[in-house]
């Protein structure tokens, strides 16, 4: 089951990603993710793309298309992937498209009051990168990582001023994605403005829809 998960910052990609990667052991790969451990580590690649990641810009495609086919072709991806955050140009796409066939892009949904009161609230685990809110999933002791006990951080693009602008670049680059997709016949629009516990039996239902899954 190859999928691709698209939205705005903050609908819950990355959460929903996590549950339906667990549910049927196939790799998430969010490259979001990937640029933050580049840059933790401080390797050379994430020097280059620190100040693009932290004022909430694209990182040049170049970079990130080759870091995805690099990833793509590990082993654990044979079976299936989902993908968070990728693609994000018409290039990326296209080129992923090189790559790999895609099964379904699903395209999350939600107003923008609900993406900013979810990004402003959210803390990510340092060690472990499980994803909080303060509201909404918060941690059993505030502050730790109920999986490992690790601090819970915020992320320096979830300031509200980077916040906007990712909203607006959002908007701005999304849209010929979305229709590419749509074109393709393998787009299906996702209702993401529910608590997340609503949200995941949604998805399961689109991929059974779909034939790409048969469980429970
Ligand atoms: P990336 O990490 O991909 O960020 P993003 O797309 O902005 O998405 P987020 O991770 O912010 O949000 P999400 O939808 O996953 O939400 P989450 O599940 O955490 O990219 C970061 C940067 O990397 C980019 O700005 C760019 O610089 C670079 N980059 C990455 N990919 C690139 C590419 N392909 N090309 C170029 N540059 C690239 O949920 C948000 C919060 O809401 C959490 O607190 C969660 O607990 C809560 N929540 C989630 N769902 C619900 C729900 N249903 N109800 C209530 N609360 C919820």
Redesign the pocket.
């Known amino acids: 089951m190859r999928l691709v998960f698209i939205?705005?910052?903050?609908?819950?990609?990355?959460?929903?990603a996590t549950a339906i990667s667990k549910r049927y052991r196939i790799p998430h790969i969010?490259?979001?993710?990937m640029?933050?451990e580049e840059i933790k580590r401080g390797s050379e690649l994430g020097v280059r793309v620190r100040e693009?990641?932290e004022r909430?810009?694209?990182?040049p495609?170049d970079i990130?298309i080759e870091l995805v086919r690099n990833r793509l072709s590990r082993e654990d991806c044979k079976r299936g992937f989902i993908l968070?955050?990728?693609?994000?140009?018409l290039r990326?796409a296209e080129e992923l498209d090189k790559m790999t066939k895609l099964d379904l892009v699903l395209n999350?949904v939600a107003p923008d009051e609900v993406i900013i009161d979810?990004?402003s609230?959210?803390?990510i685990c340092r060690k472990c990168g499980a994803?909080?809110?303060v509201k909404?999933?918060p941690p059993r002791v505030p502050g730790r990582c109920d999986r490992c006990g690790g601090e819970l951080y915020q992320r320096e693009?979830d300031r509200p001023e980077v916040i906007r602008r990712?909203l607006e670049l959002y908007r701005r680059q999304f849209k010929p994605i979305i229709e590419y997709y749509r074109r393709k016949g393998i787009l299906v629009d996702v209702d993401?403005s529910?608590?997340?516990e609503i949200?995941v039996p949604r998805i399961v239902e689109v991929l059974k829809s779909k034939g790409l899954v048969s469980d429970q």
């Not at 969010?30 to 993710?33: A, K």
């Not at 909430?56 to 990182?59: I, S």
């Not at 968070?84 to 140009?89: K, L, S, Y």
């Open positions: 939205g705005p910052p903050g609908v819950g990609k990355g959460t929903y969010s490259t979001g993710d640029l933050r693009y990641v909430g810009e694209l990182v495609d990130i968070d955050g990728f693609p994000r140009t990326q999350f979810r990004l609230g959210r803390r994803i909080y809110h909404y999933m693009d990712r993401a529910d608590q997340a949200v």
